[in-house]
C-alpha cells in the first residue's frame, strides 16, 4: 500500500522511515511541495511547530487534502503536534523538571537527532495494556483539540502520547515507532 509522507527532518530519520515502512509493507511516496495527497498521509518528526513556518504551512495544505479525499493521517511526534494544533488544541513545552524523562540527550532544535540515543518511559492504553515506548520530544500537546480522543497517557506525568479521531481516520503518537525500538512498533499503521 502506498502512503504519502511528509519529509523527515534529516538523511538518517528518512532512512528509519523508510525501513519502518516497508517492513510493515508500506512504499513511502516522499512528499514535496509539487504532490497532492492521494493517499494516506504520515506526518514526521522533526521541529517545534513555529521555527519552520514554511514547513507548517505545507503540512496544513496535505492535512486539508488529506481530510479532502477522506484519507487516513498519520502522525508522529512533531505530526502529533501539527494535527493538535491544526485542529484548535495547544502546544507547549513540557515542564523543566520533566524534560529529562522526554528527550534525547544532548537534544538541539538544529541537527538530524535521529542518530541520538533514546530514553524511554511507559504509557497505557485505554485498555490498560503498558506499553514501553522511546521518548524524544521535548513539547507535548498541553490541550487537546475537541476532535481528538486520548489513545495513550504516559504513566510518569499523564501526558497524553496518543490520540485518535476515528470518524475521520486520524491516530497520532508522540513517540517514534519508526526506529523500531519500542514495544509496539506497528501502531498507528494497523489503523490504517
Not at 125 to 139: M, W
Amino acid at each position: 500500500m502506498k502512503i504519502y509522507v511528509a519529509p523527515p527532518r534529516g538523511k538518517r530519520e528518512k532512512e528509519a522511515y523508510q525501513s519502518w515502512l516497508t517492513h510493515y509493507n508500506y512504499e513511502p511516496i516522499w512528499m514535496d511541495a509539487r504532490f497532492k495527497v492521494k493517499g494516506p498521509l504520515l506526518l514526521c518528526g522533526g521541529a517545534d511547530i513555529g521555527k519552520d513556518t514554511k514547513r507548517d504551512s505545507q503540512e496544513f495544505i496535505w492535512i486539508k487534502q488529506a481530510l479532502e479525499g477522506n484519507y487516513p493521517i498519520l502522525g508522529v511526534c512533531r505530526g502529533m503536534q501539527i494535527l493538535n494544533h491544526y485542529f484548535g488544541g495547544e502546544v507547549a513545552d513540557i515542564e523543566d523538571w520533566l524534560v529529562e524523562d522526554h528527550k534525547a540527550s544532548d537534544f538541539s532544535e538544529d541537527i538530524d537527532h535521529s542518530g541520538k540515543p533514546s530514553q524511554y518511559h511507559i504509557v497505557q492504553d485505554l485498555d490498560g495494556n503498558l506499553f514501553n515506548v522511546n521518548s524524544r520530544h521535548h513539547q507535548h500537546c498541553k490541550v487537546i483539540a475537541d476532535n481528538f480522543e486520548p489513545t495513550h497517557i504516559s504513566i510518569v506525568n499523564s501526558i497524553v502520547e496518543g490520540f485518535s479521531d476515528e470518524k475521520r481516520r486520524i491516530w497520532a503518537v508522540q513517540w517514534h515507532p519508526e526506529r523500531m525500538e519500542s514495544d509496539d512498533n506497528e501502531y498507528p499503521l494497523k489503523k490504517l
